[in-house]
């Protein structure tokens, strides 16, 4: 599977939450404690929003993170309030560029830690789903991107819940007909950058973990003596595959099949469930 965290909060250098905390992105791409493989080293990639341009910078690569020194340089000098970070493991596509995550169409971003089970027996079934003024931007060969395009085609840009909702209820559906009963295995991240949709489901409801972080103002009055704490605003919030360190308190799990909006304001956190096509709105 994969690693995965998104920020969002006061504008801070990427490599604040890629390179320096105990257990940061790098550690977790060579030393995953919670993942189902150790070792994620099958490409990496950062997307980022930040000045006037809506539409998110990006930076993937098919190496190893842990011994990329561009993604060193660059996310030493790159400040943005909303930014993911991601590195992979292969679930058995191809390890190359296009692969790898986040995923862009639009001001859109998107990234995935999971699996759509027998992948290649359900590809072009679910793939004749895309809207065709879509499928065409299709640049890799993962399930990921698809679960992506499926989304987009289903409108997450105007109801991400109800699209995401739509797109597993597609693949579940697909899924049976070729006798695969329990095909997703999925935590989600998607945002337009202004809020940011995270989702953590699966059809077996044994998802792979998620976590998202304690309230900053919480987080200051338990550990007064941490300086970066002191600088975040109220809204600064990570969600990450698993937790960059071991402050008792700093991490909450979400729940199992959910999901949760990070906006300015107050965040959300919903039930997830699956909509089978043509059952109406969610």
């Known amino acids: 599977m994969c690693r995965w965290l998104v920020y969002s909060g006061s504008p801070i250098l990427l ?14 791409s060579m030393h995953a404690r919670l993942g189902v493989e150790t070792t994620n080293g099958d490409g990496f990639g950062v997307g980022w929003y930040a000045g006037s341009k809506t539409e998110p910078a990006l930076f993937r690569g098919l190496g190893p ?3 990329n020194r561009n993604l060193r340089e660059l996310s030493g000098h790159i400040v943005s309030p909303l930014f993911f970070a991601h590195v992979r493991a292969s679930t058995g ?41 879509l499928f065409a931007d299709i640049e890799g060969s993962t399930d990921s991107e698809l679960m992506f395009f499926l989304a987009l085609t289903f409108g997450l840009t105007d ?7 739509r ?11 070729h006798g695969v009963p329990a095909p997703v295995q999925m935590t989600v991240a998607t945002s337009d ?16 973990t998620l976590f998202y972080s304690t309230e900053i103002s919480t987080l200051r009055k338990m550990y007064p003596e941490i300086e970066p704490f002191r600088r975040a605003s109220p809204e600064t919030k990570l969600v990450v595959s698993e937790p960059l ?7 909450n799990e979400v729940p199992e099949s959910s999901y949760g909006v ?3 304001g107050e965040d959300e956190i919903h039930p997830f469930q699956p909509q089978p096509p043509g059952s109406g709105s969610s």
């Open 245 to 251: 360190g071991d402050l008792a308190g700093a991490w």
């Open 167 to 177: 797109m597993v209820g597609l693949v579940e559906q697909i899924g049976r007909e």
């Open 65 to 67: 993170a842990w011994s």
């Open 15 to 28: 490599d604040t939450m890629i390179y320096r905390p105990p257990h940061s992105l790098i550690e977790q």
């Open 193 to 208: 950058g202004t809020r940011m949709w995270i989702f953590r489901y699966s059809s077996e409801h044994r998802s792979r």
């Open 159 to 165: 109801d991400p819940p109800s699209a995401v909702a």
């Open 93 to 133: 596509t191809a390890v190359q560029e296009t692969n790898c995550h986040p995923f862009r169409h639009g001001n859109w971003l998107w990234m995935h830690n999971g699996v759509i089970e027998e992948f290649a027996r359900l590809r072009r079934a679910l793939a004749v789903e895309v809207a065709p003024a």
């Open 262 to 264: 990070i906006q300015p």
